[in-house]
């Protein structure tokens, strides 16, 4: 059965378009060999932010969001990329039972874009759509490395990034179920349900936060109530935003 499901990866992975741009990974055309794959952007700190990837997106989020602090912008970046890269896998997943090959050296990503984060493969590979394969290549294969460049360069707690974590897998799947309803699709909607579960169990995930139904209370603060005009999300662990709080809760 695994090995169906691999055959029946859309090469293109046309059917993702369908959900929205966080899903979508741009298969069309070759990359441009000049941008960053994100295994450059999880490498160690570099004095020359030009040529530091990750920096060099932090310092993108701050401008547009106008952020009082750099761990703020570093924070919202994570969530971001975290959001993109779980709306892919397990979008993957629920529509086809299998997943491309995420890892990081076969992405390329443009750190000067705006938001979604663009993410350009170099080839599609086709992997099984368990639980196991979402959590080595997202879990293990990108958001542990990213999180700990991050730490190595911003004061984030591990707390802070292990609910941005958990929030936007919770978020990529409440999305998948609200599609798969609306389009008859409850397939999809169920097994996007089922991957959240069981990934919101694993050790990095566990414990940052609880899921009920498809709604996802995080046990954390992302930090994005301190950007200009902003204010609390909406599985925040804050009903309202702090009035005088220099370090929200982050674990």
């Known amino acids: 059965m695994v090995l169906l499901h691999v055959v029946d990866l859309d090469p293109r992975l046309t059917a993702l378009h369908r959900l929205g741009g ?5 298969t069309a055309g070759a990359p441009d060999r000049s941008l960053p794959t994100l295994a450059q952007a999880y490498g160690r700190a570099r004095p020359d932010v030009q040529h530091d990837v990750l920096a060099a997106r932090v310092r993108r989020v701050a401008g547009a969001l106008r952020a009082p602090e750099a761990r ?5 970046a994570h969530q971001g990329l975290a959001a993109r890269l779980w709306s892919v896998a397990l979008g993957s997943a629920a529509l086809y039972g299998a997943v491309p090959d995420l890892a990081p050296r076969l992405l390329r990503f443009d750190p000067e874009a705006g938001a979604p984060d663009d993410l350009w493969p170099t080839e599609v590979r086709p992997l099984p759509g368990d639980a196991a394969t979402l959590a080595r290549q997202v879990l293990r294969g990108h958001l542990e490395p990213l999180a700990a460049a991050l730490r190595s360069r911003h004061r984030l707690a591990p707390g802070l990034l292990r609910g941005n974590a958990a929030s936007a897998l919770a978020g990529a799947a409440r999305e998948l179920d609200r599609w ?3 389009n008859g699709r409850t397939d999809v909607a169920d097994r996007a349900g089922r991957l959240a579960r069981e990934l919101l ?5 566990a414990g940052a936060g609880t899921l009920t139904g498809t709604a996802f209370r995080r046990r954390s603060c992302c930090l994005y109530y301190r950007v200009p ?3 609390v999300c909406g599985d925040c662990c804050f009903a309202r935003p702090p009035r005088s709080s220099p370090r929200a809760p982050s674990g």
């Open 229 to 231: 005009g902003g204010g």
């Open 22 to 26: 966080f899903f979508v990974l741009r």
């Open 72 to 76: 703020v912008a570093a924070s919202v």
């Open 180 to 182: 798969g309803h609306r």
């Open 201 to 205: 169990g694993d050790p990095s995930l």
